[in-house]
C-alpha cells in the first residue's frame, strides 16, 4: 500500500484531497480499478477544486431529488464502477440497505480478475459493516441493448429490470443506452459538461464520497420527487464555477 499518510501531514493544506487520491491509489494496487482510473479521477479533482471542494446548495437539491426517486422507485439498483467502489463502497453499501435494494457492479473496462476484485472487496465490507446486501453483476444474464462488448453485460434480476438507476461517474454511452431503455438515470458527476451529465434524469455535480455521505443523512427525511429541471441544475454549477474564477486575481 501507498504510505501517503505517514508522509503527508494532517495540517497540510490539501490533506483530505490527498487522501481521497490515496484511496484510488490503494484499490488500484489491489487490482480493483481500470488503468486510467487515476486519469478520469484527476478529472473529476480538478471540477472539484473549480466548485470549491464543498457541496454546493444546487448539488444538495439534485442530491435531495435524486433520494426522493430511488425511495419513490419501484425497483431501484445502484450500479457501481471500480472508483465508486474505491471511494464510497461502505456508504453505498448502507445507503442500498437503507432502500432495501441490491447494489450490480457495471464496469467499463470488465476482466474477471477486476470482478473478482471487486465483488470480494464488497462482500468484505457488508461483513464489516453487519449488513446484507444483495451484490450483483458477476453472473450477466442479459445486455444493456446499445452497448458492446463485455461493458454492455447486466443481471436480468439488477439493472436490465430497474425503474430507477443510480450510476456514480458514468460514462456518457452507457447513461445514454440506460435512459433509451426507459429508465430513470440519476448521475453523480463533477463534470456538468459530461454526457452523463447531459443526458441523465437527474445530474448531481458533485463528489461522490460527499454525495453517499449526504444521501444517507437524507433517507430518514423521506423527501418526496418534484418536477426536475436538470438543464437548470447543471447550469447552476457552472454558475457556481464561474462565480468562483471570477475576479480572482483584479
Ligand atoms: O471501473 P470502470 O471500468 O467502470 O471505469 C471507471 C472509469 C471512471 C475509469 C471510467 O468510467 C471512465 O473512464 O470514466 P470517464 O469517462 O473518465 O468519466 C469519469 C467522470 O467522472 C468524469 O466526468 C469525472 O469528472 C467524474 N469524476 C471523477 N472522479 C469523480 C467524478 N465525479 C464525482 N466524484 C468523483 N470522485
Not at 481521497?20 to 490503494?26: G, M, V, W
Not at 446484507?132 to 443481471?155: F, H, K, N, T
Not at 418534484?226 to 464561474?242: E, R, V
Amino acid at each position: 500500500m501507498l504510505d501517503e499518510e505517514n508522509i503527508v501531514d494532517p495540517s497540510h493544506p490539501r490533506y483530505d484531497s490527498l487522501m481521497i487520491r490515496k484511496k484510488i491509489a490503494d484499490a488500484g494496487v489491489k487490482g480493483m480499478l481500470a488503468d486510467s482510473a487515476m486519469i478520469a479521477h484527476g478529472r473529476g479533482e480538478a471540477y472539484d477544486y473549480l466548485l470549491g471542494e464543498k457541496t454546493t446548495p444546487s448539488a444538495m437539491e439534485a442530491t435531495k431529488e435524486a433520494v426522493a426517486r430511488l425511495i419513490k422507485a419501484e425497483s431501484p439498483v445502484i450500479s457501481l464502477n471500480g472508483n465508486a467502489i474505491a471511494l464510497a463502497g461502505s456508504d453505498f453499501l448502507t445507503l442500498a440497505s437503507q432502500l432495501g435494494c441490491p447494489v450490480e457492479i457495471n464496469i467499463f473496462y470488465r476482466t474477471p480478475e477486476r470482478m473478482g476484485a471487486l465483488i470480494g472487496h464488497l462482500k468484505l465490507l457488508n461483513s464489516k459493516l453487519g449488513l446484507d446486501v444483495e451484490i450483483l453483476g458477476g453472473i450477466p444474464d442479459e445486455r444493456i441493448p446499445g452497448l458492446e462488448g463485455p461493458r454492455g453485460a447486466c443481471q436480468s434480476n439488477g439493472i436490465f429490470s430497474a425503474d430507477t438507476i443510480l450510476v456514480p461517474l458514468e460514462d456518457g454511452d452507457r447513461c445514454e443506452a440506460l435512459v433509451a431503455m426507459g429508465k430513470e438515470v440519476l448521475v453523480i458527476d463533477l463534470n456538468p459538461l459530461s454526457r452523463s451529465s447531459r443526458n441523465c434524469t437527474v445530474g448531481i455535480v458533485d463528489e461522490v464520497s460527499r454525495v453517499a455521505k449526504n444521501m444517507i443523512q437524507m433517507m430518514p427525511e423521506k423527501p418526496a420527487p418534484t418536477k426536475w429541471n436538470n438543464a437548470k441544475g447543471l447550469q447552476a454549477a457552472l454558475d457556481q464555477i464561474i462565480d468562483n474564477i471570477t475576479n480572482k486575481f483584479s
